[in-house]
């Protein structure tokens, strides 16, 4: 499933500040809870096409990974499964101003974030999961929120 970021506001149909409930209906997908953090809400895992949804305390919707067998937009662009050398390139000329670490990179200006597990040791390796967010998001956390 195509699956376009639009920044800071959903990926696809769901959108940012959504209920649980309402991403449940906008989907329309078998779903499943998981407990990813003990001091977080559960999340909601949509494994066909595999989306991730993380909510608040109100079970609001705050950000959205995805991985394969999704595909993730932005601009246009497919993010997963590219080499992680070739997105950081690409998003640099979009965003000067990424972040970038040894497990991927994080685009504020799009409220983008790159998974790659071996980000600057085998920078060649493909992009394994996106991460889409609202507006303080990331700023809330002290770590990469993936």
């Given at each position: 499933?195509?699956?376009?970021?639009?920044?800071?506001?959903?990926?696809?149909?769901?959108?940012?500040?959504?209920?649980?409930?309402?991403?449940?209906?906008?989907?329309?997908?078998?779903?499943?809870?998981?407990?990813?953090?003990?001091?977080?809400?559960?999340?909601?895992?949509f494994r066909?096409p595999?989306?991730?949804?993380?909510?608040?305390?109100?079970d609001?919707?705050?950000?959205?990974?995805?991985?394969?067998?999704?595909?993730?937009l932005?601009?246009?662009?497919?993010?997963?499964?590219?080499?992680?050398?070739?997105m950081?390139?690409?998003?640099?000329?979009?965003?000067?101003?990424?972040?970038?670490?040894?497990?991927?990179?994080?685009?504020?200006?799009?409220?983008?974030?790159?998974?790659a597990?071996?980000?600057l040791?085998?920078?060649?390796?493909?992009?394994?999961?996106?991460?889409?967010f609202?507006?303080?998001?990331?700023?809330?956390?002290?770590?990469?929120p993936?």
């Open positions: 499933m195509r699956l376009s970021i639009e920044p800071y506001s959903g990926v696809g149909p769901i959108r940012f500040g959504m209920t649980r409930a309402q991403v449940r209906r906008a989907l329309n997908l078998d779903v499943e809870l998981i407990a990813k953090w003990s001091n977080a809400p559960p999340l909601d895992v066909e595999w989306v991730m949804v993380h909510y608040t305390a109100e609001i919707c705050e950000a959205v990974e995805l991985a394969a067998p999704s595909i993730p932005l601009l246009g662009q497919e993010l997963l499964g590219r080499p992680f050398d070739e950081r390139a690409w998003f640099e000329k979009q965003d000067p101003g990424i972040k970038v670490d040894g497990s991927g990179l994080t685009s504020m200006k799009f409220g983008v974030g790159l998974y597990s071996g980000a040791k085998t920078p060649h390796e493909p992009v394994e999961g996106v991460i889409a609202r507006q303080g998001y990331y700023a809330e956390r002290l770590i990469c993936f």
